[in-house]
Structures are given as C-alpha cells and as structure tokens.
C-alpha cells in the first residue's frame, strides 16, 4: 500500500513538473545555449538532467491520458 503510493506520487510529481517546468528550462537553456558555449560538464548534465525529467513526465501524462480517453468510449 504505501510501496504504491510513493508511486503514485513520484508520477504525479514528474507529470507536474513537466507541466510546469518544460516551457521555462526551454526558454532559458535555448537563450542560455544561444549566448553561452557550455565549457562546463555540471552545465550540460544539469540540461540534460532536466530535458529528461520533462520527457518522462510528459510520456507518463500521454500514457494516462490515452488510458483514460480509451475508459471513455
């Protein structure tokens, strides 16, 4: 039970985040990829971390809402 709760949440979270974080670490790493070189590892990493976290909490939200439109019909 809270094994699938703490599942629950993280899935919430990273939809979340995704939500509500993917236009701004766009907006800014685009201005910051266009005006910065990345001479540093920690920069490309935390990019990269980030696009990531994105893409996996948009998947999970594609997947729950495909299940869903499919409960509909």
Not at 48 to 67: H, K, L, P, T
Request: without cysteine; hydrophobic residues 50%.
């Amino acid at each position: 039970m809270l094994k699938k709760r703490i599942t629950n949440f993280i899935k919430f979270l990273l939809i979340w985040i995704s939500q509500q974080l993917a236009i701004p670490f766009w907006i800014v790493g685009h201005i910051h990829l266009s005006i910065h070189n990345f001479h540093d590892l920690y920069e490309i990493l935390s990019s990269i971390g980030m696009n990531i976290i994105v893409a996996i909490g948009f998947y999970i939200d594609y997947r729950q809402s495909n299940v869903n439109t499919n409960k509909d019909r």
